[in-house]
C-alpha cells in the first residue's frame, strides 16, 4: 500500500510517498482503511525534530485519521507513533469511534485531537461557564477553532488572537466575541482562562490578562519553547499555570478520555460544534501540506487524502 514514510527529520521534502506493507493488526486491533488523515502540529514538529518524545525513524505519522472498517464509516486514533498518512493504519479497537452521519471523512480526520485538546482543559481543568472570559491563541488553527466554539457552547465570552486579519475574520466568523493580533493582547483583555497552544513570549505574555483566580493552560509551543516560570508573581496575583497533553491522559486515564469523546461527539451530533477543514491534499502532497502549516498560512486542520 501507499504511506508517506519519514526517514530523517528535516524540511517538508522529506516526506516521502512510498510503498509499505499493509499493517497487521495486533491482538485488539482492527485495520481502518483510512479516506482521510489528518495533520497535527506535532507532526509537523516530529518532522522537523522538534518533538519532546520522538518516535523512531523510519515512520508513518499522523496520529488521526477517518475510513471505514468493514463498511463501518469511522473516526480512529492510531497509538502513539502514527501510522495514519497510509491507506490503511491497525488502530486499538478501543480508540474507534462512528463517524456521525452528516459528516465527511475530511472533518472526521480533524475533529478528536483539536476538539478533545479543547473540551478537557476547558471543562476538567478550568471554570469555564456564564461571566467568564476565555482567551483562545492562535484561534483560527486546528485547536484554536476547536476552543472558540467549546468556549462558546460554555457560555463564555471568548476572545481568540491570531497572526492575521484574514485569521481574526475566520476566529469571528467562529464565534469569538472579539478578535485579536498578538501585538499587545495583553492590555486588550481580561481572561480568567487562557488557552494557550503557542508557547514562547505568548504564553508569558498571556499571566497579564489574567483576573485573579484565573489560569493559563498551556497546551503546545508551535511559537517557540516555554520560558521559565516564577511562582513568586503568580502567588502575588492569585493566578495559576496548568499543563495539558492529551497523549499521557490517554494512556493513564483511557476512561476519562472516552467520555469526553462521547461529549464532544454528541455535541457535534447536536450541531452545537462542527470541525473546521481548511485545506485537503492528496496523500502524495503530504510534503505540500506540511509546507502550508509551517509557514503559518493554513486555518482550521488540513488533511490528507489517500
Ligand atoms: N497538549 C496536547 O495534548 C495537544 C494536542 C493537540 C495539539 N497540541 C498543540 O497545540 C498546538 C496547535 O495544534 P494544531 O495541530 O491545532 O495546529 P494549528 O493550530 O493548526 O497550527 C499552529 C498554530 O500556531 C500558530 N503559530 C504561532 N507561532 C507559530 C509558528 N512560529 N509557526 C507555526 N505556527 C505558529 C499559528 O496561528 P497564528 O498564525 O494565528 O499564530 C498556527 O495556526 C500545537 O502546538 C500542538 O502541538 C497539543
Known amino acids: 500500500m501507499k504511506a508517506v514514510l519519514l526517514r530523517e527529520p528535516g524540511g517538508p521534502e522529506r516526506l516521502e510517498y512510498a510503498d509499505v506493507p499493509e499493517p497487521e493488526p495486533r491482538d485488539g486491533e482492527v485495520v481502518v482503511r483510512v479516506r482521510a488523515a489528518g495533520i497535527n502540529f506535532a507532526d509537523v514538529l516530529v518532522r522537523q525534530g522538534r518533538y519532546p518524545q520522538p518516535p523512531e525513524l523510519p515512520t508513518v505519522l499522523g496520529s488521526e485519521v477517518a475510513g471505514e472498517v468493514d463498511g463501518r464509516r469511522v473516526m480512529a486514533l492510531p497509538r502513539a507513533g502514527g501510522g495514519g498518512y497510509a491507506e490503511a493504519v491497525a488502530v486499538d479497537d478501543a480508540l474507534v469511534v462512528p463517524l456521525p452521519e452528516s459528516a465527511t471523512f475530511e472533518e472526521g480526520a480533524s475533529f478528536l485531537l483539536t476538539f478533545l485538546t479543547a473540551w478537557i482543559p476547558l471543562t476538567r481543568m478550568a471554570r469555564v461557564g456564564e461571566g467568564s472570559t476565555v482567551l483562545v491563541h492562535a484561534g483560527a488553527g486546528g485547536v484554536g477553532s476547536a476552543a472558540i466554539q467549546v468556549g462558546k457552547h460554555l457560555g463564555a465570552r471568548v476572545v481568540a488572537t491570531a497572526s492575521s486579519e484574514e485569521k481574526l475574520e475566520v476566529a469571528r466568523g467562529l464565534g469569538a466575541d472579539e478578535a485579536l493580533l498578538y501585538d499587545g493582547f495583553e ?49 502575588g496575583r492569585n493566578v495559576g499555570v496548568l499543563g495539558f497533553y492529551l497523549g499521557r491522559l490517554m494512556r493513564h486515564r483511557p476512561e476519562l478520555v472516552a467520555d469526553a469523546v462521547a461529549e464532544i461527539v454528541a455535541l457535534w451530533e447536536a450541531g452545537s460544534v462542527r470541525p473546521l477543514v481548511g485545506a485537503t491534499f492528496p496523500l502524495a502532497q503530504a510534503g505540500e501540506a506540511h509546507r502550508l502549516i509551517e509557514e503559518r498560512r493554513s486555518v482550521g486542520k488540513v488533511v490528507l487524502v489517500p
Do not use: I, K
Open 187 to 235: 492590555e486588550q483583555v481580561r481572561a480568567d482562562v487562557v488557552l494557550d497552544s503557542v508557547g514562547g513570549d505568548v504564553f508569558a505574555r498571556s499571566f497579564a490578562t489574567l483576573n485573579p483566580l484565573g489560569v493559563v493552560v498551556a497546551a503546545g509551543f508551535a511559537g517557540g519553547w516555554w520560558e521559565p516560570l516564577d511562582p513568586a508573581p503568580l502567588v
